[in-house]
């Protein structure tokens, strides 16, 4: 059994696959930024008095 070298289709796939994961790793640090400051800032109450109005 032989080692194959890397296709072409492999390494375009891997870079489209980087760049889809490092595009959904700085949505989920956005959206726990986010939701820190929201928190820390005291909106959390102001958040959970609109649930309640619902």
């Known amino acids: 059994m032989s080692i194959r070298a890397t ?4 390494e375009r ?3 489209r696959n980087l760049g889809v ?3 959904l790793l ?3 640090v956005i ?3 986010l939701t820190v400051v929201k928190v820390t800032r005291g ?3 102001a958040m959970m ?3 309640e109005q619902n």
């Open 49 to 51: 008095a609109n649930e």
């Open 43 to 45: 909106d959390f109450d």
């Open 13 to 15: 796939r891997f870079g």
């Open 21 to 23: 994961g490092l595009a």
């Open 26 to 28: 700085a949505f989920v």
């Open 31 to 33: 959206v726990f930024g």
């Open 7 to 10: 296709h072409e289709i492999h």
